[in-house]
């Protein structure tokens, strides 16, 4: 079985500039490892793209860290084109995706 290709929303630049400012604001000494964790776990979905639990929205939701240190990463696999689309990011004490996304 061939890896799922993984492509991006425009949306995420804005996701992840938004967490990157709220751990810019709270003087978090290790920012970047954060960022870097999250992408690295979006990299594992190119092995087991059914990993995320189902969402509400009948997408699926990839559980980053945990506590102040979680997030959560909403998208959408098609298995016919083995494709992973992530649409959003956010953390998860956040109370939700932007509206465009549900």
């Given at each position: 079985m061939s890896l799922?290709?993984?492509e991006f929303s425009e949306r995420i630049?804005?996701?992840i500039d938004r967490i990157a400012m709220h751990l810019a604001e709270h003087q978090v000494a290790d920012a970047s490892d954060r960022i870097a964790a999250i992408?690295?776990?979006i990299d594992t979905l190119e092995y087991n793209p059914l990993i995320g639990r189902r969402a509400e929205s009948?997408?699926?939701?990839?559980?980053?860290g945990r506590d102040v240190?979680?997030?959560?990463?909403?998208?959408?696999y098609y298995p016919n084109k083995n494709t992973v689309?992530?649409?959003?990011?956010?953390?998860?004490?956040e109370?939700?995706?932007?509206e465009d996304l549900l």
């Open positions: 799922a290709l993984i630049a804005d996701d992408y690295h776990a009948g997408d699926r939701e990839l559980i980053v240190r979680g997030y959560m990463v909403l998208y959408r689309y992530v649409l959003g990011i956010r953390a998860q004490r109370a939700g995706y932007a």
